[in-house]
């Protein structure tokens, strides 16, 4: 960068004294806070993360240094709640992503199944499957999904064939129960991001971020980022 575009001395000193000033109101709603979800708590925390990223791209454009802290990014976090402060129910949603790696490993579990369900006399349906499996993937995903638990599949993938991918689970809040059959049809249209009370991501892009840390700061440097994210609400 020449000299020319690089920011002032004045503009870096304006920037540390927006970040704190930006410090100021977000402890002063923090303090103030009518619920764990207070919007304005989000809304100075969104404050606070904009100002102090502005300090930080400033500061290395003139002196190229960086702060010894981060705050996490607000791009990809959930708008604010504005659910119920009470939940009479929730939803929880989940998604799991696969990636077939070995087909006949796949197709060979299901088979083993489709042939105990046709040993066991469960009728000609049973049989019909074991018939139906032969080298169709999809036959085969079918009979699995349909005989083990989602979340045994997950703890199981390496013996079905399966490489996990990411994973998002949301907890999402509801003023009543939803009436018996009144989704089905459409389960996840009516996932409202406001209204999730909390959200667990899982990928493999936070084992690369926490790798780059690593080399970032060299040698036996540790770091608090993790595999599991709770975004923040």
């Keep these: 960068m020449s000299d020319a575009a690089q920011p002032t001395t004045a503009e870096v000193r304006a920037a540390a004294e927006a970040v704190k000033a930006a410090l100021d109101r977000h402890l002063a709603a923090v303090e103030r806070r009518s ?3 207070d919007p304005a708590v989000y809304e100075a925390f969104n404050e606070l993360a904009a100002a102090a990223e502005e300090y930080d791209e ?3 454009d003139r002196y190229d240094e960086v702060t010894p802290f981060e705050i996490p ?3 990809d ?3 604010p709640y504005t659910g119920p402060e009470e939940p009479n129910a929730l939803s929880v949603l989940i998604r799991r992503d696969y990636a077939v790696v070995e087909p006949q490993r796949l197709l060979a579990q299901a088979q083993r199944v489709a042939d105990v369900e046709a040993d066991s006399d469960l009728g000609d349906g049973a049989a019909a499957a074991v018939g139906t499996i032969g080298s169709s993937v999809h036959a085969a995903l079918g009979v699995l999904f349909g005989e083990f638990e989602p979340d045994e599949i997950a703890s ?3 013996e079905f064939g399966l490489e996990e991918g ?3 689970l949301w907890v999402t809040a509801s003023d009543e129960p939803a009436e018996p059959g009144e989704w089905l049809d459409a389960p996840f249209d009516q996932a409202d991001p406001q209204r999730v009370v909390c959200r667990f991501d899982v990928s493999s ?3 690369d971020e926490l790798d780059d840390d690593l080399e970032a700061d060299g040698p036996g440097a540790v770091t608090g980022a993790t595999d599991d994210e709770l975004e923040p609400t």
């Design 156 to 158: 199981r993938h390496k």
């Design 205 to 207: 892009v936070f084992d």
């Design 58 to 60: 400033l500061l290395y």
């Design 77 to 79: 976090s959930l708008p």
């Design 73 to 75: 990014g607000t791009e």
């Design 35 to 37: 619920g764990e979800d």
């Design 166 to 168: 990411d994973s998002t």
